[in-house]
């Protein structure tokens, strides 16, 4: 996992629900089933809560009655830091392909409603443009190795093979997404939605606010 995809998930869940405690923030984050496809456990949400207030992406706001009026938690919300930090990761989250793992880009389509639909279109063509470059890299790699090189086992070639395919597939689901996009699927920055989560959904309660302006603005 690339070290950013924690504070992205993060500072993206605090966005989306802020001013929330962590154990609130921690529920949503398992709902997405983070631990199996980002490897973030619970002690790594509340450490990334830490070092984000320590390093003023977030901070705590004063402590009010929790909504089941038990004892308050302490919750936390993004400073104006926080959100040029969230906004700055999820950009390059949604180009990067140069990650080992899937993690980076789920944590981006996580949270790319955040964005207006034009910047998340100008970034995915920035994906196309980077993986197409990486395919033809890869492409040569594959067509120069002849097995002749003394110091290369001949199966070195299958993880370039392996690369290629993987490539090739985000190069596929990132067109595939670019269309949907463009033929008006999902819902954007200063957008109308028609989703809306249960009104008495356990984790959201009455905290959405909708996709036109989630979370305070910067």
């Known amino acids: 996992m690339a070290p950013y995809s ?3 998930l993060v500072l993206g869940v605090v966005r989306i629900f802020e001013p929330a405690h962590g154990y609130l923030l921690l529920q949503e984050l398992n709902s997405w089933k983070v631990d199996q496809w980002a490897n973030v456990k619970p002690g790594s ?9 320590k390093d003023g992406l977030l ?3 004063p402590q009010e009655e929790d909504d089941d009026g038990s004892a308050a938690r302490a919750s936390y919300r993004t400073t104006d830091f926080g959100v040029q930090e969230f ?7 949604l180009t990067d392909i140069l990650s080992s793992t899937v993690a980076t880009t789920m944590a981006g389509l ?40 003394p110091h290369v086992p001949p199966h070195v070639v299958e993880l370039h093979l392996l690369t290629s395919e993987r490539l090739a597939a985000s190069l596929r689901w ?4 670019l269309t949907r996009l463009h ?18 959904d356990p984790i959201w309660g009455s905290r959405f606010q909708g996709l036109d302006s989630p979370g305070p603005e910067a």
């Open 6 to 8: 924690t504070r992205l």
């Open 174 to 177: 990132t067109e595939g997404l």
């Open 110 to 149: 996580a949270f790319m409603p955040f964005l207006e639909r034009a910047e998340v279109v100008e970034l995915l063509e920035q994906r196309k443009i980077s993986l197409l470059a990486a395919l033809a890299v890869e492409a040569k790699m594959v067509s120069g190795f002849n097995g002749d090189n």
């Open 59 to 61: 901070e705590i706001v």
């Open 45 to 53: 949400v509340y450490s990334a809560l830490r070092t984000l207030t």
């Open 183 to 200: 033929s008006g699927s999902y819902s954007f920055r200063h957008e109308t939605t028609d989703w809306a989560p249960p009104p008495n």
């Open 87 to 93: 906004e700055k990761l999820l950009k390059y989250a």
